[in-house]
Protein backbone atom coordinates (compact mmCIF):
# COMPACT_ATOMS: atom_id res chain seq x y z
CA UNK A 1 0.00 0.00 0.00
CA UNK A 2 0.95 3.64 -0.81
CA UNK A 3 -0.36 6.76 0.63
CA UNK A 4 -1.92 7.68 -1.98
CA UNK A 5 -4.95 5.29 -2.01
CA UNK A 6 -6.14 5.70 1.42
CA UNK A 7 -9.92 5.85 1.47
CA UNK A 8 -11.55 7.45 4.24
CA UNK A 9 -14.93 8.54 5.50
CA UNK A 10 -16.22 11.54 7.53
CA UNK A 11 -19.00 11.36 9.83
CA UNK A 12 -20.55 15.08 11.28
CA UNK A 13 -17.94 16.41 8.71
CA UNK A 14 -18.90 20.21 8.92
CA UNK A 15 -17.51 21.83 6.09
CA UNK A 16 -14.56 19.71 6.06
CA UNK A 17 -11.75 20.64 8.20
CA UNK A 18 -10.67 17.30 9.54
CA UNK A 19 -11.33 16.06 5.52
CA UNK A 20 -9.21 18.61 4.29
CA UNK A 21 -6.32 18.02 6.24
CA UNK A 22 -6.21 14.15 6.13
CA UNK A 23 -6.06 14.74 1.80
CA UNK A 24 -3.32 17.13 2.95
CA UNK A 25 -2.00 13.72 4.15
CA UNK A 26 -2.95 11.58 1.25
CA UNK A 27 -6.51 10.39 2.34
CA UNK A 28 -9.34 10.45 -0.55
CA UNK A 29 -12.84 10.87 1.27
CA UNK A 30 -15.33 8.85 -0.74
CA UNK A 31 -18.09 9.56 1.88
CA UNK A 32 -19.03 12.34 4.03
CA UNK A 33 -22.16 13.14 5.89
CA UNK A 34 -22.95 16.48 7.14
CA UNK A 35 -26.95 17.35 7.93
CA UNK A 36 -26.41 21.13 8.01
CA UNK A 37 -27.19 21.78 4.66
CA UNK A 38 -25.12 25.41 3.87
CA UNK A 39 -21.73 23.57 5.69
CA UNK A 40 -22.54 20.54 3.60
CA UNK A 41 -22.75 22.95 0.21
CA UNK A 42 -19.15 24.00 1.17
CA UNK A 43 -17.61 20.73 1.85
CA UNK A 44 -18.71 19.49 -1.77
CA UNK A 45 -17.08 22.78 -3.61
CA UNK A 46 -14.07 22.09 -2.07
CA UNK A 47 -14.03 18.42 -2.34
CA UNK A 48 -16.19 17.31 -5.42
CA UNK A 49 -15.05 14.05 -5.62
CA UNK A 50 -16.65 13.24 -2.62
CA UNK A 51 -20.17 11.76 -2.00
CA UNK A 52 -21.94 14.35 0.63
CA UNK A 53 -24.95 13.22 2.44
CA UNK A 54 -27.30 15.90 4.22
CA UNK A 55 -29.35 13.30 5.28
CA UNK A 56 -29.93 12.87 9.10
CA UNK A 57 -27.34 10.02 10.07
CA UNK A 58 -30.12 8.69 12.44
CA UNK A 59 -31.69 7.79 9.08
CA UNK A 60 -28.94 6.30 6.84
CA UNK A 61 -27.80 2.44 6.86
CA UNK A 62 -24.87 1.84 7.45
CA UNK A 63 -24.79 -1.40 5.84
CA UNK A 64 -26.58 0.41 2.65
CA UNK A 65 -24.02 2.99 2.35
CA UNK A 66 -21.15 0.90 2.61
CA UNK A 67 -22.64 -1.55 -0.40
CA UNK A 68 -23.55 1.64 -2.66
CA UNK A 69 -19.63 2.66 -2.07
CA UNK A 70 -18.34 -1.03 -3.03
CA UNK A 71 -16.62 -1.64 -0.30
CA UNK A 72 -16.24 -4.80 1.79
CA UNK A 73 -16.33 -4.94 5.33
CA UNK A 74 -12.05 -4.35 6.78
CA UNK A 75 -11.33 -2.63 3.43
CA UNK A 76 -12.03 0.73 4.55
CA UNK A 77 -8.80 2.60 5.95
CA UNK A 78 -9.58 5.77 8.59
CA UNK A 79 -13.53 6.44 9.44
CA UNK A 80 -13.23 9.69 10.39
CA UNK A 81 -15.51 12.05 12.67
CA UNK A 82 -16.54 14.53 14.95
CA UNK A 83 -19.76 13.08 16.49
CA UNK A 84 -20.79 14.77 19.90
CA UNK A 85 -19.75 12.01 22.59
CA UNK A 86 -20.87 14.13 26.36
CA UNK A 87 -23.78 11.98 27.46
CA UNK A 88 -23.04 9.12 25.45
CA UNK A 89 -22.20 7.30 28.92
CA UNK A 90 -25.35 5.30 30.70
CA UNK A 91 -24.68 7.61 33.96
CA UNK A 92 -25.06 10.34 31.79
CA UNK A 93 -27.51 13.00 33.91
CA UNK A 94 -31.13 13.40 32.94
CA UNK A 95 -29.74 16.93 31.61
CA UNK A 96 -27.94 15.26 28.97
CA UNK A 97 -29.92 12.39 28.14
CA UNK A 98 -32.58 14.59 26.60
CA UNK A 99 -30.90 16.49 24.81
CA UNK A 100 -30.86 13.94 21.78
CA UNK A 101 -27.48 15.09 19.88
CA UNK A 102 -25.42 13.44 23.06
CA UNK A 103 -26.60 9.94 21.61
CA UNK A 104 -24.93 10.78 18.04
CA UNK A 105 -22.13 8.84 18.89
CA UNK A 106 -23.62 5.90 18.74
CA UNK A 107 -24.48 6.33 14.88
CA UNK A 108 -21.02 6.88 14.57
CA UNK A 109 -20.70 3.32 16.17
CA UNK A 110 -22.88 1.69 13.64
CA UNK A 111 -20.73 3.10 11.07
CA UNK A 112 -17.52 1.47 12.62
CA UNK A 113 -19.46 -1.95 12.88
CA UNK A 114 -20.59 -2.05 9.51
CA UNK A 115 -17.41 -1.48 7.54
CA UNK A 116 -15.05 -2.68 10.00
CA UNK A 117 -12.42 -0.20 8.68
CA UNK A 118 -8.63 -0.29 9.54
CA UNK A 119 -8.58 2.75 11.51
CA UNK A 120 -10.63 5.23 13.36
CA UNK A 121 -10.13 8.90 14.36
CA UNK A 122 -12.69 10.87 16.50
CA UNK A 123 -12.18 14.62 17.62
CA UNK A 124 -13.88 16.29 20.24
CA UNK A 125 -13.80 19.20 23.10
CA UNK A 126 -11.29 19.02 26.02
CA UNK A 127 -14.30 18.66 28.50
CA UNK A 128 -14.83 14.95 27.02
CA UNK A 129 -11.89 13.83 29.61
CA UNK A 130 -13.43 14.99 32.58
CA UNK A 131 -17.25 14.88 31.52
CA UNK A 132 -18.69 12.94 34.68
CA UNK A 133 -15.65 12.10 35.72
CA UNK A 134 -14.34 10.52 32.94
CA UNK A 135 -17.20 8.22 32.50
CA UNK A 136 -18.13 8.84 29.26
CA UNK A 137 -14.33 8.79 28.01
CA UNK A 138 -14.61 5.15 29.73
CA UNK A 139 -17.88 4.16 27.95
CA UNK A 140 -16.30 5.34 24.26
CA UNK A 141 -13.24 3.39 25.04
CA UNK A 142 -15.33 0.49 25.93
CA UNK A 143 -17.62 0.46 23.32
CA UNK A 144 -14.50 0.47 20.62
CA UNK A 145 -12.99 -2.46 22.48
CA UNK A 146 -16.38 -3.99 22.01
CA UNK A 147 -15.94 -3.69 18.74
CA UNK A 148 -12.64 -5.10 18.23
CA UNK A 149 -10.41 -1.72 18.36
CA UNK A 150 -7.79 -0.92 20.59
CA UNK A 151 -7.76 2.97 20.86
CA UNK A 152 -6.23 5.81 23.32
CA UNK A 153 -7.24 9.48 23.50
CA UNK A 154 -4.69 12.46 23.88
CA UNK A 155 -5.07 15.82 23.91
CA UNK A 156 -3.37 17.85 21.23
CA UNK A 157 -2.57 21.58 21.52
CA UNK A 158 -2.96 23.28 17.71
CA UNK A 159 -0.40 25.48 18.42
CA UNK A 160 2.19 22.79 18.61
CA UNK A 161 1.55 21.91 15.34
CA UNK A 162 1.86 25.28 13.43
CA UNK A 163 -1.57 26.37 13.81
CA UNK A 164 -1.63 30.24 15.02
CA UNK A 165 -4.33 29.81 18.17
CA UNK A 166 -5.00 28.92 21.40
CA UNK A 167 -7.10 25.71 20.87
CA UNK A 168 -7.71 22.36 22.13
CA UNK A 169 -8.86 19.03 20.94
CA UNK A 170 -9.50 15.63 22.22
CA UNK A 171 -8.54 13.06 19.72
CA UNK A 172 -9.34 9.35 20.05
CA UNK A 173 -7.36 6.96 17.21
CA UNK A 174 -8.35 3.70 17.41
CA UNK A 175 -6.70 1.01 15.52
CA UNK A 176 -8.73 -2.82 14.39
CA UNK A 177 -7.77 -5.82 16.39
CA UNK A 178 -4.30 -4.63 17.97
CA UNK A 179 -3.20 -2.20 20.23
CA UNK A 180 -2.74 1.56 19.38
CA UNK A 181 0.87 1.90 18.54
CA UNK A 182 2.81 4.27 20.28
CA UNK A 183 3.65 6.25 17.69
CA UNK A 184 0.08 6.91 16.50
CA UNK A 185 0.21 10.06 17.79
CA UNK A 186 2.16 13.29 16.16
CA UNK A 187 5.25 14.69 18.48
CA UNK A 188 4.87 18.40 18.92
CA UNK A 189 6.31 20.56 16.51
CA UNK A 190 6.55 23.96 18.15
CA UNK A 191 6.89 25.57 21.30
CA UNK A 192 3.83 28.04 22.35
CA UNK A 193 2.82 30.26 25.03
CA UNK A 194 -0.51 27.89 26.06
CA UNK A 195 -1.51 26.41 29.09
CA UNK A 196 -4.72 24.06 29.40
CA UNK A 197 -7.83 25.56 31.64
CA UNK A 198 -9.28 22.08 31.99
CA UNK A 199 -8.44 19.07 33.25
CA UNK A 200 -5.61 17.07 31.48
CA UNK A 201 -5.53 13.61 33.41
CA UNK A 202 -7.72 10.38 32.91
CA UNK A 203 -6.89 6.97 34.70
CA UNK A 204 -4.38 9.08 36.86
CA UNK A 205 -1.81 9.95 33.57
CA UNK A 206 -1.62 13.04 31.71
CA UNK A 207 -3.07 13.32 28.42
CA UNK A 208 -1.43 16.19 26.95
CA UNK A 209 1.03 16.16 24.16
CA UNK A 210 3.94 18.57 25.46
CA UNK A 211 7.03 19.60 23.03
CA UNK A 212 10.51 18.09 24.08
CA UNK A 213 12.91 20.07 25.57
CA UNK A 214 14.69 19.92 22.18
CA UNK A 215 11.98 21.30 20.81
CA UNK A 216 13.18 24.73 19.18
CA UNK A 217 10.78 25.86 16.78
CA UNK A 218 8.62 29.02 17.21
CA UNK A 219 5.37 29.19 16.97
CA UNK A 220 2.87 30.43 14.07
CA UNK A 221 1.97 34.04 14.68
CA UNK A 222 -1.00 35.95 14.00
CA UNK A 223 1.05 38.22 11.67
CA UNK A 224 2.45 35.11 10.02
CA UNK A 225 -1.05 33.90 9.53
CA UNK A 226 -2.93 36.83 8.33
CA UNK A 227 -0.05 39.90 7.45
CA UNK A 228 -0.43 39.37 3.38
CA UNK A 229 -3.82 39.70 3.47
CA UNK A 230 -5.62 42.97 1.67
CA UNK A 231 -6.24 45.72 4.39
CA UNK A 232 -9.95 46.56 4.64
CA UNK A 233 -12.00 49.59 6.46
CA UNK A 234 -14.96 48.82 8.55
CA UNK A 235 -17.53 47.03 7.06
CA UNK A 236 -15.80 47.04 3.22
CA UNK A 237 -16.44 44.55 1.12
CA UNK A 238 -14.57 45.37 -2.08
CA UNK A 239 -13.77 42.89 -4.36
CA UNK A 240 -15.38 39.55 -4.34
CA UNK A 241 -11.85 38.31 -5.02
CA UNK A 242 -8.85 40.29 -4.05
CA UNK A 243 -4.97 40.53 -4.44
CA UNK A 244 -2.31 39.67 -1.80
CA UNK A 245 -0.19 42.74 -0.70
CA UNK A 246 3.24 41.19 -1.23
CA UNK A 247 4.77 38.06 -1.98
CA UNK A 248 4.62 35.61 0.61
CA UNK A 249 6.52 36.60 3.60
CA UNK A 250 6.82 33.39 5.73
CA UNK A 251 6.57 29.37 5.63
CA UNK A 252 3.15 29.54 6.57
CA UNK A 253 2.08 31.90 4.01
CA UNK A 254 3.35 29.97 1.68
CA UNK A 255 1.43 26.65 2.36
CA UNK A 256 -1.68 28.34 3.44
CA UNK A 257 -1.50 30.24 -0.76
CA UNK A 258 -0.43 26.91 -2.44
CA UNK A 259 -3.37 26.63 -5.23
CA UNK A 260 -5.06 29.67 -5.43
CA UNK A 261 -5.16 32.95 -7.39
CA UNK A 262 -6.55 35.29 -4.91
CA UNK A 263 -8.27 36.14 -1.62
CA UNK A 264 -11.96 34.53 -1.06
CA UNK A 265 -14.26 35.52 1.78
CA UNK A 266 -12.42 38.52 2.72
CA UNK A 267 -14.91 41.25 3.77
CA UNK A 268 -15.32 43.27 6.89
CA UNK A 269 -17.94 42.70 8.98
CA UNK A 270 -19.55 46.37 10.11
CA UNK A 271 -19.15 46.91 13.50
CA UNK A 272 -21.73 49.46 15.33
CA UNK A 273 -21.05 52.53 16.15
CA UNK A 274 -20.53 52.18 19.71
CA UNK A 275 -17.51 49.40 19.13
CA UNK A 276 -15.76 51.59 16.94
CA UNK A 277 -15.77 54.06 19.56
CA UNK A 278 -14.55 51.37 21.86
CA UNK A 279 -11.69 50.24 19.37
CA UNK A 280 -10.20 53.38 19.53
CA UNK A 281 -9.10 53.01 23.01
CA UNK A 282 -7.36 49.56 22.73
CA UNK A 283 -4.05 48.84 21.74
CA UNK A 284 -2.69 46.08 20.66
CA UNK A 285 -2.86 42.68 23.56
CA UNK A 286 -5.32 45.39 24.71
CA UNK A 287 -9.06 44.02 26.09
CA UNK A 288 -11.81 45.59 27.29
CA UNK A 289 -10.20 46.97 30.80
CA UNK A 290 -8.76 49.65 28.43
CA UNK A 291 -12.05 51.13 27.51
CA UNK A 292 -13.92 53.86 29.37
CA UNK A 293 -16.59 52.71 31.86
CA UNK A 294 -19.20 54.92 29.89
CA UNK A 295 -18.45 53.34 27.06
CA UNK A 296 -18.85 49.74 28.17
CA UNK A 297 -21.75 47.71 27.21
CA UNK A 298 -24.16 48.49 30.72
CA UNK A 299 -23.75 44.34 31.56
CA UNK A 300 -20.05 44.93 31.82
CA UNK A 301 -19.87 48.01 33.68
CA UNK A 302 -19.62 46.20 37.20
CA UNK A 303 -17.35 43.64 35.81
CA UNK A 304 -14.73 43.32 38.01
CA UNK A 305 -11.37 43.80 36.27
CA UNK A 306 -10.18 40.29 36.23
CA UNK A 307 -13.12 39.07 34.67
CA UNK A 308 -13.82 38.49 30.75
CA UNK A 309 -10.09 39.26 29.89
CA UNK A 310 -10.47 38.11 26.60
CA UNK A 311 -13.62 40.02 25.68
CA UNK A 312 -12.76 43.14 23.33
CA UNK A 313 -9.45 41.91 22.78
CA UNK A 314 -7.10 43.38 20.14
CA UNK A 315 -4.44 40.66 18.97
CA UNK A 316 -0.84 41.13 18.81
CA UNK A 317 0.83 40.43 16.11
CA UNK A 318 3.65 38.71 17.27
CA UNK A 319 1.38 36.49 19.90
CA UNK A 320 -1.55 33.85 18.85
CA UNK A 321 -5.05 34.23 18.55
CA UNK A 322 -7.55 33.42 20.71
CA UNK A 323 -9.92 30.17 19.99
CA UNK A 324 -11.75 31.32 16.75
CA UNK A 325 -15.52 30.69 17.78
CA UNK A 326 -18.70 30.26 15.55
CA UNK A 327 -19.07 33.96 16.07
CA UNK A 328 -15.76 36.45 15.77
CA UNK A 329 -17.76 38.81 17.85
CA UNK A 330 -15.44 40.81 19.86
CA UNK A 331 -18.04 40.68 22.70
CA UNK A 332 -17.05 37.52 23.49
CA UNK A 333 -13.27 37.25 22.64
CA UNK A 334 -10.07 38.92 21.00
CA UNK A 335 -11.37 39.23 17.27
CA UNK A 336 -9.89 43.03 16.73
CA UNK A 337 -7.59 43.30 14.28
CA UNK A 338 -3.89 44.32 15.93
CA UNK A 339 -3.46 47.21 13.63
CA UNK A 340 -6.55 47.68 11.55
CA UNK A 341 -9.94 49.13 12.97
CA UNK A 342 -12.63 46.66 12.45
CA UNK A 343 -12.78 42.97 13.63
CA UNK A 344 -11.25 39.55 11.84
CA UNK A 345 -12.97 38.74 8.39
CA UNK A 346 -13.94 35.15 7.57
CA UNK A 347 -10.88 34.47 5.54
CA UNK A 348 -8.92 35.96 8.28
CA UNK A 349 -10.48 33.53 10.60
CA UNK A 350 -10.08 31.04 8.50
CA UNK A 351 -6.19 31.10 7.95
CA UNK A 352 -5.90 31.72 11.56
CA UNK A 353 -7.70 28.10 11.86
CA UNK A 354 -5.22 26.91 8.92
CA UNK A 355 -7.21 26.72 6.04
CA UNK A 356 -5.78 26.94 2.86
CA UNK A 357 -6.81 29.98 0.54
CA UNK A 358 -8.27 27.74 -1.99
CA UNK A 359 -10.78 26.70 0.39
CA UNK A 360 -13.83 28.69 -0.57
CA UNK A 361 -16.97 29.06 1.98
CA UNK A 362 -20.48 29.28 0.90
CA UNK A 363 -23.60 30.80 2.24
CA UNK A 364 -23.88 34.34 4.49
CA UNK A 365 -21.05 35.99 6.55
CA UNK A 366 -22.89 34.84 9.73
CA UNK A 367 -22.91 31.26 8.23
CA UNK A 368 -19.41 31.13 7.19
CA UNK A 369 -18.04 32.19 10.37
CA UNK A 370 -20.17 29.32 11.78
CA UNK A 371 -18.23 27.03 9.38
CA UNK A 372 -15.23 28.26 10.33
CA UNK A 373 -15.41 27.91 14.03
CA UNK A 374 -16.53 24.77 14.53
CA UNK A 375 -13.90 23.33 11.96
CA UNK A 376 -11.12 21.18 13.08
CA UNK A 377 -7.94 23.24 11.77
CA UNK A 378 -6.79 21.59 8.66
CA UNK A 379 -2.96 21.76 9.45
CA UNK A 380 -3.59 19.89 12.70
CA UNK A 381 -5.66 17.42 11.05
CA UNK A 382 -3.24 16.70 8.50
CA UNK A 383 -0.31 16.17 11.06
CA UNK A 384 -2.98 13.57 12.76
CA UNK A 385 -3.56 12.06 9.25
CA UNK A 386 0.04 11.44 8.28
CA UNK A 387 0.86 9.31 11.81
CA UNK A 388 -2.48 7.37 10.88
CA UNK A 389 -1.03 7.09 7.43
CA UNK A 390 2.49 6.04 8.88
CA UNK A 391 0.56 3.20 11.00
CA UNK A 392 -1.76 2.46 7.68
CA UNK A 393 1.45 1.69 5.79
CA UNK A 394 3.79 -0.68 8.08
CA UNK A 395 1.02 -2.83 8.32
CA UNK A 396 0.60 -3.51 4.58
Not at 26 to 32: D, L, V
Not at 309 to 331: E, F
Amino acid sequence: MTGNNLKLIDLFSGAGGLSEGLTQAGFHSIFASEIVPTYAATYKRNHIDTEVCTQDIRALDAESVRKKLGLEREELDLLAGGPPCQGFSINAPVRSVLDQRNHLFKEYLRFVDAFAPKMILIENVPGLVSFEHGATLHAILDALAELGYGADVRILGAAYYGVPQMRWRTIIIGARGKDLPSNAYPEPIYHAPVRPNFATTFDGRSLLKNPSPKTSAKFTTVKDAIGDLPPLKNGEKGSPVKDYISEPTCDYQKYIRTGTSGVYNHEAPRLSKENIQRLHYIKPGGNWTDIPQRLLPKGMQNARRSDHTKRYGRVTPDGLASTILTKCDPHWGAYFHYEQERSFTVREAARIQSFPDHYIFTGSQAEQFAQVGNAVPPLLAKTIGNSIKNILIGDN
